[in-house]
């Protein structure tokens, strides 16, 4: 029967809300299989994950160990590859995230088990398995069938699957660690945290984000300028941050900071998802953009379709003059 | 040093208008610019660096169409010594597996010390090739590198997770190092190597050298369409001092100002 794995996603303790939005999928997908849904949970003494997982799959499977502490996608795959051979689930899902894009997409071939990533939904009917996924910088979906095989491994994008509370009462398994050491081969040492910089942007109630689109590190002073007359900070996307146009501390999304400010205003920012999960959450969201169909619209509540360069000022005197 | 790069030809969508074509499971193509995979510069960019280091040659690898070697021959301007492409028109439905696996077919001959890729491609946006080639080769990888240092066939290597959060590894070589954006400034490719490089050879793999019926793709892709919208912004127009008029009036409404 199409059974249902999904792998809980945890690091320094916590368990991240990805899991959740997990097994929020399995769920969904195990009614429609007829099967049933397991977390599978590798941990160092995970009791307290144990618990804040029960209500949320019918059964948790546990292996616990000390060489599960921190995620090393070699020890995951060493223990993985076993576990699925063993039980073969119909699907396993797991997080679109650092930690799943760097174990699925070679634990996938080596069980032989088709595989795509960054599903932003899924379908499994007549034993076909479908997926929806982006492409091309987020302009178009695509609609994909896998290759009919026993079993299946997908990752999911976060934010798609909303986690919700079915109060149910799972069994609790535990496995053995199906291996006895951290391979030679990749071994993890240590966390690395993020460097502090002279501004947290994180506090700030109005960031003005700029994208790509301000072309050249001499065009930042005058976004600073603009930022200043709102009375807030600079933030921006990762390519700005890779050219060096502005710190690693400024950048918004998945892998820089969450910022809720009460106004985001994004300038030349195109809106892929990893910015937008930074962001998102901000009370009103204006959008300057030139290109019509991008995809910081849907998520902005204001949009202006036109050059950056020419809206900056024009804004900026309008805005001096209001604050008088 | 035996140093490989795998470098996809993209189209650049981020600022174009991207159409579905009438067969619905591709997209039109002529009114697009192509170009490196903006992953790729920063793994070409790492290659060459590491030649620069460490001494040895730089090998870089694609599958892709004829127009790829116009790619590649950026890729051999920037620094990197021989390009090899795998003719993509040979093989039908190639996904991400099937890419990583006409690479592995196509290293057959070729030896190396380490492999870079992109952590992923910008069109089709997989996030998998390197991984998925590392694995097929039997080697250790690392996907989402900020940096590395290499030394006596170790290597030592930061990869980015959520939140700006590092990690450390202690890695054995060979493994492919799949690079994030930002792990280093990609350089330009001067003139004069601009030239040479178009003088150069480019070497291409069919299918007469890669058998065709053990590789299999994961996915097909049934349909191509917009995102449906769920919520749009209210678009404000007119000339610059309008909408500013206009967006002003918002901001001081909802108490911004
Ligand atoms: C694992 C991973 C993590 C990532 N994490 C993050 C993250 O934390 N934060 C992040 O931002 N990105 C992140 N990214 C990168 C992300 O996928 C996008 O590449 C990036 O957000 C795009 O930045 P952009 O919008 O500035 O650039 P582009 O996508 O190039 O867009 C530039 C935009 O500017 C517009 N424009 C150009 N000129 C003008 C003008 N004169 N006036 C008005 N508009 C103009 C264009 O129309 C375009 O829409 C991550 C990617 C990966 C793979
Ligand atoms: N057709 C291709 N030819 C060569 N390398 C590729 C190709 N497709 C993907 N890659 C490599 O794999 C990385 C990740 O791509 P993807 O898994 O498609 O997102 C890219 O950055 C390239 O380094």
Redesign the interface.
């Known amino acids: 029967m199409g059974e249902i794995f999904a792998l809980v996603e945890h690091r320094q303790g916590v368990i991240r809300d990805i899991t959740f939005e997990l097994l929020a999928c399995g769920r969904d997908l195990a009614s429609k299989t007829g099967g049933s849904l397991t977390a599978v949970l590798l941990g160092d003494k995970p009791d307290a994950f144990v618990d804040s997982l029960k209500a949320q799959a019918n059964r948790v499977m546990v292996i616990d160990s000390p060489l599960f502490k921190e995620f090393n996608s070699a020890s995951y795959q060493g223990a993985l590859s076993q576990v699925l051979s063993s039980e073969k689930p119909m699907v396993t899902l797991m997080g679109h995230t650092a930690f799943g894009m760097d174990l699925c997409p070679s634990l996938a071939p080596s069980l032989d088990m088709p595989f795509t990533t960054d599903c932003l939904a899924l379908d499994i009917a007549d034993g076909k398995v479908t997926a929806t996924r982006q492409m091309y910088d987020g302009k178009l979906n695509a609609e994909v069938t896998l290759r009919q095989a026993p079993s299946y491994l997908l990752t999911i994008r976060t934010g798609c699957f909303p986690a919700s509370d079915p109060g149910l009462e799972a069994e609790i398994t535990t496995v053995d660690s199906p291996i006895a050491a951290e391979p030679d081969y990749r071994k993890f040492i240590e966390y690395i945290e993020p460097v502090v910089g002279d501004v947290d942007i994180t506090k700030s109630d109005v960031i003005v984000g700029v994208g790509r689109g301000v072309k050249d590190k001499d065009n930042i002073a005058m976004v600073e300028k603009f930022a200043e007359a709102l009375g807030g900070v600079v933030g921006c996307t990762r390519p700005v941050v890779d050219s060096e146009w502005l710190p690693k501390d400024r950048q918004v999304g998945s892998s820089g900071k969450t910022v809720k400010p009460k106004l985001y205003v994004a300038l030349g920012i195109s809106g892929a998802f990893q910015h937008l999960a930074g962001m998102k959450g901000a009370e009103t969201i204006i959008a300057v953009n030139k290109d019509p169909n991008a995809p910081i619209f849907a998520e902005a509540d204001y949009g202006i379709v036109d050059d950056m360069f020419k809206i900056i000022p024009a804004l900026q005197e309008k805005i001096l003059e209001l604050k008088g | 040093m035996n140093i490989i790069v795998c470098i996809k030809r993209v189209?650049q969508?981020?600022?174009?208008?991207?159409k579905?074509d009438s067969s619905g499971k591709d997209?039109e193509r002529e009114r697009l610019t192509f170009d490196m995979n903006e992953y790729d510069t920063f793994a070409l960019e790492e290659a060459v660096l590491f030649k620069e280091k460490f001494g040895g040659t730089v090998t870089a690898m694609s599958v892709g169409r004829e127009d790829a070697q116009d790619t590649l021959r950026i890729a051999l301007a920037k620094g990197a010594d021989s390009a090899v492409r795998i003719k993509a028109e040979d093989f039908d439905e190639i996904?991400?597996?099937k890419t990583?696996q006409l690479l592995k077919a196509a290293l057959k001959d070729i030896g190396y010390d380490i492999i870079f890729c992109g952590?992923i491609a910008?069109?089709?946006?997989?996030?998998?090739?390197?991984?998925?080639l590392?694995?097929?080769l039997g080697i250790?990888?690392?996907?989402?590198v900020t940096q590395i240092e290499a030394d006596q066939g170790r290597a030592?290597v930061?990869?980015?997770?959520?939140?700006?959060?590092?990690?450390?590894?202690?890695?054995?070589l060979p493994?492919v190092i799949a690079v994030?954006?930002?792990i280093s400034?990609p350089r330009y490719a001067s003139l004069i190597a601009i030239r040479k490089a178009a003088k150069k050879e480019i070497k291409t793999i069919g299918s007469d050298e890669i058998a065709a019926d053990d590789l299999?793709?994961?996915?097909?892709?049934?349909?191509?369409?917009?995102?449906?919208?769920?919520?749009?912004?209210?678009?404000?127009t007119g000339d610059?001092?309008e909408?500013?008029?206009k967006?002003?009036?918002?901001?001081?409404d909802?108490g911004?100002?």
Do not use: N, W
Not at chain 2, 13 to 18: G, I, N, R, W
Not at chain 2, 122 to 127: G, M, R
Not at chain 2, 140 to 144: I, S, V
Not at chain 2, 163 to 169: C, I, P, S, Y
């Open positions: 189209p969508t981020a600022e174009a208008e991207v579905v997209i996904d991400a597996i990583a952590s910008t069109d089709d946006a997989y996030s998998q090739v390197g991984v998925a590392a694995q097929l250790p990888h690392a996907t989402l030592q930061h990869r980015e997770l959520e939140g700006g959060l590092l990690e450390h590894l202690d890695m054995a493994a994030q954006s930002g400034v299999r793709a994961d996915i097909v892709i049934d349909k191509l369409f917009p995102p449906p919208v769920t919520k749009m912004a209210e678009i404000l610059p001092s909408v500013s008029e967006l002003s009036k918002i901001i001081k909802k911004l100002i």
